[in-house]
């Protein structure tokens, strides 16, 4: 009975392939904001490691697609293209693109005003300027708009705040998954400098304080 019940197994999965009904793997969601596609100044107004302008869309777009499968979802916190379509931008960039507005997002990108998801134990809202969140909100906000302007409010991590800031230079302009931020384990985090820093854990001492 086992070599049959194998043999209708692999049959039944060969039929579903053939016509496309095979399940797929749920993929993975990242989150980035403020990559100001075509925003000539904002390298200078973040200082950006780019040359030029061209340099920064070029290399935005790789580490874009250097991360993000074609199966993965990205929510994009806002202030996506500052200049010209954002079409072409849109589709070459891999994943299902998720948008919420910024402030200087055009009229016809299709965005939304925020967005809530639960994923890993957490729920967290996802919105562009963390001064929008309701408050009644007592969980973890994703936000962007500070870029790196206000870093002693609004690093990657504030675990007092409950903050996690994806602007991109704050992620090494490269989206960031949702798993690797849980894995960061939030909860237990003081501050988090930028996603390439070292967390401080709640209770640990300040440096340079004697304790």
Known sequence: ???????LKKA?????????????????????????????????YCNRPYRSLSEMNRDLVRRWNSVVGAGDTVYCLGDFCMRGDPVPWIRALRGRKVFIRGNHDPPHLRARHHSVISHGGYTFYLVHDPCDVPGSWKGWVVHGHTHNNRMDTHPFINGTRRTINVSCECTGYTPVSLDRIISLDPD????????SDRPVRKGSPVPGQKG
């Open 188 to 195: 237990t985090i003081e501050r988090m400098e930028t996603l």
């Open 12 to 44: 039944g999965s060969s039929i579903l392939a053939f016509f496309g009904l095979r399940r797929k793997s749920r993929g993975r969601i990242f989150l980035v904001s403020d990559l100001h596609i075509n925003h000539a100044r904002i390298i200078g």
């Open 1 to 7: 009975m086992i070599p049959l019940f194998e043999t």
